[in-house]
């Protein structure tokens, strides 16, 4: 597991954090940061670019001129697209630019990142962002003491993870260019791309290291394979106090009527009864008139 060593503000070295070896160890992958770049951006496009087709342009619907004797090409309307001032064909239309994107590829984007940006040493793990006032000039000169800025403060790309509570933090950065302060559930692949530094607090980096564990995702995978077990529901009591029994199994059903069966065949005494004797069949009587007509 790689060990990064704990910087605080005034750029002295206070202690060491081990980072999670899945999280910020993963190999570069470069299609897969592409494409969850792609992802970011046509997420956040408004779509509400558009343009006049001829329905929607003004002009009169009136015929210029008739259709022959003029010499002149035939006319229809002058909201046509052959016209100046006329429709467009084929515009862009307000539409949504945003499509889904597999959570474990966006995660996996991340740690490639994430990985690549610990190789290159541009993050930087800081024990606490603390502030005594909102004030822009102290934030500018702790940029300064991690020599992310200089004297004309011109600061370099920096992303800042913290709490968004540290209301002196947000308040203080606000106003310096190229940087952005954010909190470990709002990291995202566009800001580890764009900038060029990451300030990472350590309370943050704790956090980063469980977001992005890829074995607390194959754990709620198994939690939710695995079937849940039937519980029988309890009987409902009633307005009365009594309550409605629970429906019989198929077995119970089974062993209720087994017993039925038996104590019609057998008397009190255990015995068989005897069979009744069969009851002779009626002859047919024959109509007078068939026995005439034979």
Known sequence: MPTV??????????????????????????SLIHAAVMNYRANARAGTSA???????????????????TGRARIASLRSPLWKGGGNVHGPQP???????????????????LSERLREGNIIIIDEFEFKNPKTSE????????????????????????????????????NVEKTTVTNSFGLNIYDIIYHEKLLISKSAIEEI????????????EKVAVEEKPKVKKAAKPKADGTTDAVAPTKEAKADEVAP??????????????????AKPKAKKEVSEEAAKDE
């Open 5 to 30: 060593k704990v910087r605080n503000l005034k750029n002295k070295e206070v202690g060491e954090v081990t980072l999670s070896d899945a999280v910020f160890g993963a190999e570069l992958n470069e």
């Open 51 to 69: 343009t006049k087709t001829r329905g929607n342009v003004s002009g009169s619907g009136r015929k210029l001129w008739k259709q022959k004797g």
């Open 95 to 113: 539409r949504d630019w945003s499509y889904q994107m597999p959570k474990k590829m966006r995660r996996g984007a991340l740690r490639s990142a």
């Open 139 to 174: 934030f500018v000169g702790a940029l300064a003491g991690l020599k992310l800025s200089d004297d004309k403060r011109k600061v370099v790309k920096t992303l800042i993870v913290d709490s968004l509570d540290n209301q002196n933090l947000v308040l203080s950065s606000r």
């Open 209 to 220: 290291n469980q977001l992005l564990d890829p074995a607390r995702e194959g754990a709620k």
């Open 260 to 277: 039925a069966k038996k104590a019609k065949t057998e008397d009190a005494s255990g015995e068989k009864p005897a069979k009744a004797p």
